[in-house]
């Protein structure tokens, strides 16, 4: 075999001086093409111009000025296209006396034909007759520059036609040498065919593992169900030892086991938070030989596991790591290739599938609360109080709207305003129960929904609403605002529309009896602190 490829490196050694000859006229013949294209852009552009500055100097006084007025873009052009050429050049020095014999013939030119142009009398056809005469010597030279380029790729193009046939003379002697070494490069092909079909398997393999992946995911709704999907994937899909997943909490400050893979517990990583990994903070796969090597993860190497190989993958929402797979085995023996590209896989997989429940959740969120206060809004409360209806759930209304909020705005400003809003949305969540619902229902009104609360405890949390917030004032910067409360008890027969008309009508009256007091709808109950109980 040696012997064939010494044979056929020495055919192509004879063969070489030839092609370079080939090679060197046909790269003069492509040097030559683009500076003649180049050069025909200008000429063209150099005969339109002229031709023009000829036809202006036979015309009147005042086309020659218009001709005048709009030459310096038409120059400024030519003489662009003039310096594009100049730089593409040969710069061969017989171009170079050519084009020096152009420039001397064209500047008494253009002196002339301005001068015939600039002047208010017409020309005399004497005139005209040397403008004539001065402008054929100036296309002579431009002639005669084109011709040289031509005649350079004519010759450039004959020499290489001529040392192809040289060369193809010199091919046919080498066939059979250059079969026989053929048949040594036929056998290096096989062998790195059977080396790409093996990859093939391993991407083959991949991809399968990705659909399996995808639709196991598709499936899952909330976050905490993909921790073990994760764990089965790596389990059935890599088989590489021990492993684990980490999940950062939501501030990234702590990392959490939240799932295990074959006995991972036992090689749990001591990492405490996302900021001390270092494939999260590199937010790159980490293969580590040996937990005794000195560049290895230190957590690694004082973890509980002994000496061992390992591998982190981390998992990234939006290019930041939120989580870490890690998988451990034998001392010198990490996973190989193709296993650490299934562990990317699942990772970032696992990554795709958080970050878009995440942004679901918040979305929805969005949806259902109020930018401003962060309570739910109406149609949140209206679908909160459907199911509390589907499932029998007895509730009372109450209603609240900030007192004279409208002076309070007009006075202060919308800010001020805005955050009294805040503030008793936060007066509001820390008087009810934990069970209560409450949402802003509009402008300064807001609508709690007490779950299986009986008329004297909601009775009870509207007056400590009032109280709250009072007492949260006195330390406040805020104006001082009172609220005004109306309360439906439940009733079996009504629905929950009918419930906050009771409560809005309560409402009202508390308004009319003076603000800053609860009122009951339909009940004689005395209300501590408020001057009048009526019925809706």
């Given at each position: 075999m040696?012997?064939?490829?010494v044979?056929?490196?020495g055919?192509?050694?004879l063969?070489?001086?030839?092609?370079t000859h080939?090679r060197d006229?046909a790269?003069a013949?492509?040097?030559?093409?683009?500076?003649?294209?180049q050069y025909?852009?200008?000429?063209?552009?150099e005969?339109?111009?002229?031709?023009?500055?000829?036809?202006?100097?036979?015309?009147?006084?005042?086309?020659?000025?218009?001709w005048?007025?709009?030459?310096?873009a038409?120059w400024?052009?030519?003489?662009r296209l003039?310096?594009?050429?100049?730089d593409a050049?040969l710069?061969t020095e017989?171009?170079?006396?050519?084009?020096?014999?152009y420039?001397?013939?064209?500047a008494?030119?253009?002196d002339?034909?301005y001068?015939?142009?600039?002047?208010?009398?017409d020309?005399?056809?004497?005139e005209l007759?040397?403008?004539?005469?001065a402008?054929?010597q100036?296309?002579?030279?431009?002639?005669a520059?084109r011709?040289?380029?031509?005649d350079e790729l004519t010759?450039?193009t004959?020499?290489?036609?001529?040392?192809?046939t040289?060369v193809q003379?010199w091919?046919?002697?080498?066939v059979?040498?250059?079969?026989?070494?053929?048949?040594?490069?036929?056998?290096?092909?096989?062998?790195?065919?059977?080396?790409?079909?093996?990859?093939?398997?391993?991407?083959?393999r991949?991809?399968e593992l990705?659909?399996?992946?995808?639709?196991a995911l598709?499936?899952?709704?909330?976050?905490?169900?993909?921790?073990?999907?994760v764990g089965?994937?790596?389990e059935?899909?890599?088989?590489?030892?021990?492993?684990?997943?980490l999940?950062?909490d939501?501030?990234?400050?702590h990392f959490?086991q939240v799932a295990v893979?074959?006995g991972?517990?036992?090689v749990?990583c001591p990492v405490?938070s996302p900021?001390m990994?270092p494939?999260?903070v590199?937010?790159?796969t980490?293969?580590?030989r040996?937990?005794r090597?000195l560049?290895?993860?230190?957590?690694?190497a004082?973890?509980?596991a002994g000496?061992?190989s390992a591998v982190?993958?981390?998992?990234s929402i939006g290019?930041k790591?939120?989580?870490?797979?890690?998988?451990t085995?034998?001392e010198?023996?990490p996973?190989?290739?193709e296993a650490?590209?299934?562990?990317?896989?699942?990772?970032r997989?696992?990554g795709?599938?958080?970050?878009?429940?995440?942004?679901f959740?918040?979305?929805?969120?969005?949806?259902?609360?109020?930018?401003?206060?962060g309570?739910l809004n109406?149609?949140?409360?209206?679908?909160r109080?459907?199911d509390?209806d589907r499932?029998?759930?007895?509730?009372?209304?109450?209603?609240a709207?900030?007192d004279?909020?409208?002076?309070l705005?007009?006075?202060?400003?919308?800010?001020?305003?805005?955050r009294?809003?805040?503030?008793?949305?936060?007066?509001l969540?820390?008087s009810?129960?934990?069970?209560?619902?409450?949402?802003?229902?509009?402008?300064?009104?807001?609508l709690v929904?007490?779950p299986?609360?009986?008329t004297?405890?909601?009775?009870?949390?509207?007056?400590?609403?009032?109280?709250?917030?009072a007492e949260?004032?006195?330390?406040s910067s805020?104006?001082s605002?009172?609220v005004?409360l109306g309360l439906?008890a439940f009733?079996?027969?009504?629905?929950?529309s009918?419930?906050?008309?009771?409560a809005?009508?309560a409402?009202?009256?508390?308004?009319r009896?003076?603000?800053?007091q609860v009122?009951?709808a339909?009940?004689t109950?005395?209300?501590?602190?408020?001057p009048v109980d009526?019925d809706?």
């Open positions: 040696v012997v064939f490829l044979g056929g490196l055919v192509a050694a063969i070489q001086p030839r092609l080939v006229h790269v013949a492509d040097r030559v093409r683009p500076v003649l294209v025909a852009v200008w000429e063209r552009s005969i339109e111009t002229l031709s023009s500055l000829l036809a202006a100097a036979r015309a009147d006084a005042e086309d020659r000025s218009a005048l007025a709009g030459a310096t038409n400024t052009e030519m003489q003039w310096n594009a050429y100049t050049a710069e017989p171009e170079r006396q050519l084009r020096r014999a420039e001397a013939q064209f008494p030119f253009s002339r034909a001068a015939l142009l600039s002047s208010p009398v020309a005399t056809e004497d007759a040397g403008l004539d005469s402008y054929q100036v296309r002579a030279r431009m002639e520059i011709l040289y380029y031509l010759t450039a004959e020499e290489a036609a001529s040392d192809s040289a003379t091919h046919r002697q080498s059979a040498v250059v079969a026989v070494v053929l048949v040594v490069l036929a056998v290096v092909v096989l062998r790195s065919l059977r080396r790409r079909d093996k990859r093939d398997v391993a991407v083959a991949l991809a990705e659909t399996r992946v995808q639709r598709e499936m899952v709704r909330e976050e905490a169900a993909i921790y073990p999907l089965r994937a790596v059935t899909g890599v088989r590489e030892g021990p492993g684990e997943l999940v950062a939501s501030s990234r400050a959490h893979m074959d991972g517990d036992a749990h405490p900021s990994c494939a999260a590199r937010t790159q980490q293969v580590f040996s937990s090597d560049d290895t993860c230190p957590y690694l004082n973890g509980p000496p061992c982190c993958v981390p998992v290019g790591a939120i989580g870490v797979v890690r998988t085995g034998p010198g023996r996973p190989d290739e650490v590209s299934r562990l990317e896989l699942i990772a997989k696992a795709e599938r958080m970050a878009m429940l995440r942004a959740s918040k979305s929805q969120a969005q949806a259902q609360t109020d930018a401003l206060t309570l109406r149609r949140s409360i209206e679908d109080v459907y509390l499932s029998g759930t007895r509730y009372a209304v109450l209603y709207d900030l004279h909020f409208k002076m705005n007009d006075v202060h400003g919308h800010d001020i305003g805005d009294a809003l805040r503030l008793f949305s936060r007066v969540r820390e009810i129960r934990p069970d209560d619902i409450p949402a802003r229902y509009g402008g300064e009104e807001f929904v007490l299986e609360c009986d004297t405890d909601a009775v009870a949390v509207a007056e400590r609403v009032r109280a709250r917030l949260t004032l006195e330390g805020l104006p605002f009172t005004s439906a009733d079996p027969g009504s629905s929950f009918e419930a906050v008309e009771r809005d009508s409402l009202l009256v508390a308004k009896s003076g603000r800053d009122v009951v339909g009940d109950l005395p209300v501590p602190g408020s009526v809706a």
